[in-house]
């Protein structure tokens, strides 16, 4: 086979997973409004996929201010800028790296848990199980799942962002004497609406995208239990790939709309 | 096994043909069930039995042939219509395929709690469950998790989660594989009760002669994709072809 035909029919491939997986998407707002509605589900879910990121989200997003502000400031104090700090801090944050980073941690987390959780339900055949019995499966396991994902992320990114802020205070108490009041004055200073709205809506995006992309790869899980590894694995590979488009695409929406 | 059918039937499926690829796995096979009747489908592994029954509860879409199961063609039906035809036919899968995520309880009371249009909105669900349960006798086990039971005890819970539905067909893909001789004997006993309790018709895929033995009023033998062979136990396991025979020996 030429490099060529290996080349199209790798494309042909990414092009019908596309197909695939906007069809799924098709399929989720199709059953979303139908019943039941699988709230009892939906809220476990929510609990799994939001309480459980908790600590996870909470441990990066304080590692990741704290790291953030200790590297940033010799480069500030050498322009004499170091009043600058929460401000440069609480923006870079809430408006990219916190969404991006708390997504990226659940795209790893949640997105091959879904993936692998749902493949292995496929290779033992308890989708096909609640498919013969007559109910939906789509509905309790992928709406569900999609819904939780896309609920709950923007909730744990405003909860990362808000410890990333206070891993960075604690920076600043300790090497520039900044108290609580201070730092936060200067951060809420800084901050505007079109800060804040863009990163939560683009949040929910994403947390879509995290859903949609684990329930696809597991819910289609192939060959046996080696497809259960495959899901997972393809599940945060794709989900990331996306992140970043999804975050492309809203930064430049929101350059137009808020910047222009 | 002495058992009362009637002359009508139940399933019928008329030269259905599945391939994937150039893999032809069925090439216009037939198969029709009476009200009533316990039909065993033999083949060697990979003889496309189970390819077979997902075809007919529509888990798999044939390239071409009918599937008539009470009355209706499986293959023309709605999703809705194909859920409700669903609610009459039980399933019991080769490894049970229970929801290991809930517990015996839940698992009975998943397909319950969906079919308000069979059942209504059932506020206590206990009854019922433990009644699937009691059939099958693992009342103790209702509050345990999947992960608990024993193959032999799984195999029951899937039974009793296809019962509570009160299905008037059961398909059961390989009910007895896997399992060692004397739960294979409790589980094929179990199948008659629940065929004499439940009045159902039941077809089983199985390798199991024993099984087939005891519980067929007909039986199927299913080479390269066709009925091979037809008849009783008795005309089957007295046939001089050999590629019967071999089932036999």
Redesign the interface.
Known sequence: MSAFSKISRNFEAFLIEIGELSYFAGNFFKELFKTPFEGKELLRQCYNMGNRSLLLVGVTGFIIGLVFDLQSRPTLQEFGAVSWMPSMISISIIREIGPIITSLICAGRIGSGIGAELGSMRVTEQIDAMDVSGTNPFKYLVVTRILATTLMLPLLVLFGDAIALYGSFLVENLKGNVSFQLYFNQVFEALKFSDLVPATIKSFFFGFAIGLVGCYKGYYCKKGTAGVGLAANSAVVYTSMLLFIIDFVAVFVTDIFYHE | MMTTTSNTPIIEIRNLKKSYGSNCVLDGFNLTLKEGENLVVMGKSGSGKSVMI?CL?G?EQADSGSITVMGKDVMALEKDE??????E?G?L???S?????MSVRENLE??LR??TKKFGIIEDTTPLVMEALKNVGLESAVDLMPSELSGGMKRRV?LA?TLI?KPKIILYDEPTTGLDPITSKEIILLMQSIQKEYKTSSIIITHDVDCARVIANKMILLVDGINYAEGTFKELSESKDPKVAAFFK
Do not use: E, N
């Open positions: 997902k509860i888990l194909l859920d409700d035809l669903r609610t036919i399933f899968f080769q490894g395929a229970l929801y290991d995520s998943f397909p969906r079919h899937a989660r539905l």
